[in-house]
């Protein structure tokens, strides 16, 4: 008996594989395949890159001419002051971006020289020094001992405090950005199902290989090999996103670190695998490839809901009703990478959330082999979600 059921998972698993080395190696051979992983890849490095320029801090210039003037505190980061020899000098450079700012003093009285896109800290730096040039004027006309002035008022420094976070707002932008890239791969690779499967039937080649194979594993068959592919896709995918963090020097704090790109790939294949049994069963329901679309929309609704999802988190990643939908299949599976992405949630959190999926897709799968079962041999009309479930 023991041998028995034995034999049976052995040929259970050699009919799979032999389905999932075909669809393997009829993706690796295509065109399209290789064609569509290089649009990707230049999306996401193009999103990375530009997410690293706009994180990355820029190094401002800032002349002070005619007079010596003292770096104002602010401008201590990313602000370099450096000298010119007068107002000429300081109008070319302007002019031409060797600066953005500058101060002159000419004629005993400060001028400011900006662009119309000059930096506003810049701009606030060659102001400041300006004035500051001005009080010191001014102090020694009326007698005043301005390093005592100084040294008193140094104390009596005000204390500032930032409200609100306006870098983590351009990482929720970048990790945004990157889930949509990945969803936009599952409905893509998702469609390939259903077209892989609608094909076979209506050229009837799926008659042949149900003469050797169950309906179950012929759906799984196909939904691992085109998942593989999917999954190759992603790691090159992965690997344009590093590459394109190291080009743009790694400094950025935006784009997201490794272990929320790594959050990212896991919920990447818990969501296809939600997803990929439905495409298949989608399919099924049809003999036709016209007749496809009609029955993928609820799929596709059901896919895209997460995206509208995920941007109305956007306005605010710690609202109470974002705390609770993150754990519900499917928005779980934009909205722990999003929170990952931030540095928003804890291991704990995402495995609990991970539990959750991996029972909507078992519920998901079980759905889409009883649809795949009873319909897969049905040629001519379409078939309904509701009697294909029925049946």
């Known amino acids: 008996m023991n041998t028995r059921a034995e034999d049976d998972r052995t040929k259970a698993l050699r009919d799979i594989g032999l389905v999932y080395g075909r669809e393997v190696s009829a993706r690796l051979t295509s065109k399209g395949y290789f064609a569509g992983m290089l649009i990707m890849v230049v999306l996401v490095g193009g999103i990375v890159l530009g997410m690293s320029y706009l994180g990355a801090p820029k190094t401002l210039h800032v002349a002070a001419c005619g007079a010596s003037s003292v770096k104002p505190a602010e401008a201590r980061d990313h602000i370099e002051i450096s000298s010119c020899s007068g107002m000429k000098a300081a109008r070319a450079a302007v002019a031409d971006e060797d600066l953005d700012a500058a101060m002159v003093v000419d004629h005993g009285k400060a001028s400011v020289l900006v662009r119309g896109d000059s930096d506003q800290r810049a701009q606030d ?13 001014a102090y020694k006309e009326q007698g005043v001992d301005s390093a005592r002035l100084a ?3 140094s104390g009596s420094q005000p204390r500032v405090e930032t409200i609100g976070d306006s870098v983590q707002g351009k990482q929720i932008g970048a990790a945004v950005s990157l889930v949509i890239v990945l969803f936009m791969q599952i409905i893509g690779q998702g469609s390939l199902i259903a077209q892989g499967v609608v094909e076979e039937k209506s050229t009837r080649i799926v008659e042949v290989l149900l003469s050797t194979l169950t309906p179950l594993r012929l759906m799984i068959g196909k939904v691992a090999g085109i998942g593989t592919a999917a999954v190759l896709q992603i790691v090159v995918l992965v690997g344009a996103l590093v590459g394109a963090r190291a080009l743009g020097g790694g400094q950025s704090s935006i784009v997201p670190g490794g272990a929320a790109v790594v959050s990212l790939l896991v919920w990447f294949l818990l969501s296809f695998a939600l997803f990929a049994g439905l495409f298949a069963a989608a399919g099924s329901l049809v003999s036709r490839p016209e007749d496809l679309q009609s029955v993928m929309m609820p799929v596709m609704v059901l896919a895209l809901l997460p995206v509208g999802v995920a941007a109305a988190a956007v306005n605010d990643i710690d609202a109470p009703w974002v705390q609770v939908v993150q754990y519900l299949p499917p928005f779980s599976g934009v909205l722990i990478p999003l929170q990952a992405g931030v540095g928003n949630i804890s291991v704990a959190q995402q495995l609990s959330a991970a539990a959750v999926m991996l029972i909507a897709v078992a519920g998901c799968m079980w759905m889409a082999s009883r649809i795949y079962r009873a ?8 078939v309904r979600w509701r009697q294909a479930l029925a049946a």
């Open 125 to 137: 730096v060659a102001a400041t020094m300006a004035r500051t040039w001005a009080l010191d004027k």
């Open 151 to 153: 040294q008193s008022l």
């Open 375 to 382: 319909s897969i041999l049905r040629i001519g009309a379409t």
